[in-house]
């Protein structure tokens, strides 16, 4: 057992990926030398190579098409969108390609690419490096998209996702790498499509994943002061969503929040709920409530603590939810 | 028009062999003879589909005519495990490939989006999304750099990797990024680009100031234009380009100089766009007659041999004609197999809810039967 930011979690599960595989390669921009903006990538040129761990030209289509042809030459491409705002260049190459070529090939042709995406908000960075683009890849057949909100989860679940032969975007809680958590390596890890149940309650079940995930339970925490009993779950997995454990909890409370910080409009929320009514129909007692981002671009860093969901707005909603 | 540069041409249209100071044909007449079957039986290949379209059995075919020395000089001189990333288009190089004619048309027939194995083949799926298959193709070429295969001096181990495209692809924005990959990394890669003067309606001036192989310098990497219509240059030029990528010297860009003499595709219109007169002009560079002419009148070919290709030609477009009807439609319930290498318990369902959903209107049918 150590305790170990979740940063430098992601960078020990790449590390013992390429040390167990010698075809899965790391390429993005600053990945090498500098070891990423975000040092995820810390010391793996130096350990690995320059041919494993590439400095690639500022081109983010370029990034996901070339691995797409390293991957029919049999390699593991591990790519780094510097930021989720970057992404929408690389989005043709991900969405026709990526998705779809294993379709298309009639199943010949296996993308087992990782595109790590640092994802949300609440750094103080300007336009474009706060963004949550997840329900565009989930919308997209052939991905698997997962959301990892911890050290302990980011370590297994970046080896899962290399390891796995389907392309997986993998994003990334930017605002909480630095935050630190107990991870036992000894410890058989959960699969990586599986939601997860990260505190136990029985009047509200909260749903959320990434950034949000510690948002929630320090709600619950508080709302536990006022004698509210809250079940958080991380949703984990987006792409598929792995919703019976999520099921089992509305059975039992009758009442969900789910929670994101991207735009509530057809948004991973929305899915969810939808699921949710259909699975759940008779035992809810509140409609499935949703809190995320309104429907404006993300606004300019001052103001953004006022715009994400907080403990306060997490609480408002389930006290909504109560009221019904 | 500007005048057009020189190009690289080692038989003119009227089938004279022709010097050039860099570039030579390195093969003999036997060699030409079934290059010239090749550009036959493709024609043929292409002229069937084509029909096989006016009569519904296809969806779209995208013809191409008028291109075949390019795709064929090229691919001839490409070695078994040189890997070709093409468009939609590349039906001759297909044919080099190996890849049987039948299969091309599963596609454009509607019943997959791809029938041959491309690891098997080293010859990538039909790619429709205009320039991404030259990023593949530059990846790819990273992955054989990576495995040592290039410039170790083994021929059979080496490998070069091309990538096809068309005029308009240079416009996107994956070719540019592809060009720059292949430069700074000195990827094994040669950039086949067939101007065929238009892209569906533009003409190459929607696309270009200068000549496209001219693009090249600005990446840092050689670039030439080439007679796409002379299937011998075609082959040299691409052989030398190929082998300079195998030994490690990187890029190439490769403009063959053609025309596309049919329309876009078999949905399109070339007469809203194009002057006739402009077409007339080019069939007198067609790129099977000049190879006919030349074999005729210095190899010495009689007329038999003609005949026997003709011959060959009727057999394969009654072979691809048979194939083509024979494929049955896929069953709906397949579309879930392959979404995913591994996959999701998620689509399990859909596909289970589905096939139940069918089966209620088999035993509606059976019941009212």
């Known amino acids: 057992m150590s305790t170990i930011t979740l940063a430098k979690a992601l960078n020990d599960g790449l590390r013992a990926s390429m040390e167990g595989d010698a075809k899965v390669v790391v390429m993005g921009e600053d990945v090498g030398k500098l070891g990423g903006v975000f040092r995820v990538t810390d010391g793996l040129q130096k350990d690995f190579g320059e041919d494993r761990v590439i400095d690639t030209p500022l081109s983010e289509s370029g990034i996901v098409g070339t691995a797409v042809g390293l991957a029919m030459r049999d390699y593991r491409p591990v790519c780094e969108i510097q930021f989720d705002g970057f992404v929408y260049p690389a989005y043709d190459q991900i969405v026709s390609q990526v998705a779809k070529l294993h379709f298309r090939s009639g199943g010949r042709l296996p993308m087992p690419i990782v595109i790590r995406i640092p994802f949300g908000g609440g750094i103080g960075a300007v336009e474009h490096h706060s963004e949550s683009p997840e329900a565009q890849f989930a919308h997209t057949a052939g991905l698997k998209v997962v959301a990892c909100s911890n050290a302990a989860d980011a370590y297994w679940m970046i080896q899962q996702a290399i390891a796995c032969d389907d392309p997986v975007v993998f994003l990334e809680p930017k605002r909480r790498y630095w935050e630190k958590a107990n991870l036992d390596r000894e410890a058989a890890p959960a699969p990586l499509l599986s939601s997860k149940v990260v505190r136990d309650g029985t009047d509200v079940t909260v749903l959320a994943y990434g950034p949000m995930v510690k948002t929630c339970l320090e709600s619950a925490i508080a709302a536990a002061e006022g004698g509210t009993s809250i079940e958080v779950i991380d949703l984990r997995t987006l792409s598929p969503l792995d919703l019976e454990p999520v099921y089992a909890s509305v059975r039992r409370t009758g009442r969900v929040v789910v929670v994101h910080e991207a735009v509530v409009n057809l948004g991973i929320g929305a899915e969810v709920a939808a699921r949710i009514t259909e699975q759940c129909f008779y035992a809810l007692e509140a409609p499935v409530l949703r809190v995320g981002g309104f429907d404006t671009p993300y606004p300019p860093s001052r103001i953004e603590e006022e715009y994400l969901p907080d403990l306060d707005r997490v609480l408002d909603a389930v006290d909504r939810s109560l009221a019904y | ?369």
């Open chain 2, 1 to 369: 028009m500007p005048e057009e540069p020189e190009f690289v041409q080692l038989l003119t249209p009227e089938g004279e062999r022709v010097e050039h100071p860099s570039f030579a044909f390195d093969g003999d007449d036997e060699m030409i003879a079934s290059m010239y079957r090749d550009l036959v039986l493709t024609r043929r290949i292409d002229t069937e589909a084509t029909a096989l379209q006016r009569q519904g059995e296809l969806g779209i075919w995208a013809s191409l005519l008028g291109q075949e020395a390019a795709q064929i000089g090229s691919a001839r001189a490409l070695r078994p495990q040189d890997f070709a990333f093409p468009t939609y288009r590349e039906h001759g190089v297909a044919w080099c490939k190996g890849i049987d004619p039948v299969a091309l048309l599963s596609l454009f027939r509607g019943v997959d989006q791809g029938s041959w194995n491309p690891l098997e083949t080293n010859f990538g799926l039909y790619t429709i999304v205009i320039g991404a298959q030259t990023l593949h193709a530059t990846g790819y070429a990273m992955g054989v750099q990576r495995d040592g295969a290039v410039g170790t001096g083994d021929d059979d181990r080496d490998t070069a990797v091309v990538a096809y495209f068309g005029d308009g692809a240079t416009s996107q924005g994956d070719v540019n990024e592809a060009f720059i990959w292949a430069s700074v990394f000195n990827a094994p890669v040669v950039f086949f680009c067939q101007n065929n003067q238009w892209a569906i309606s533009e003409p190459i001036d929607r696309q270009t100031r200068i000549p496209l192989y001219q693009r090249a310098s600005g990446f840092g990497f050689p670039g030439l234009r080439v007679d796409g219509n002379d299937v011998l240059a075609c082959h040299a030029v691409t052989k030398a380009a190929t082998q300079r990528a195998r030994e490690g010297s990187g890029p190439t860009l490769i403009e063959a100089f053609t025309y596309r003499m049919g329309a876009h595709t078999t949905s399109d219109d070339p007469t809203r766009y194009r002057l006739s007169g402009d077409l007339e002009r080019w069939k007198l560079k067609d790129p099977l007659a000049r190879v006919h002419a030349y074999l005729t009148r210095h190899a010495g070919l009689a007329e038999d041999f003609f005949a026997d290709i003709e011959a060959e030609s009727d057999v394969l477009a009654h072979r691809i004609r048979e194939g083509c009807v024979a494929m049955a439609d896929p069953h709906v319930l397949g579309i879930f197999d392959k979404v995913y290498a591994e996959q999701t318990e998620e689509l399990a369902a859909q596909q289970a809810g589905y096939a139940a959903y069918l089966d209620t209107f088999e035993t509606q049918t059976g019941a009212h039967a």
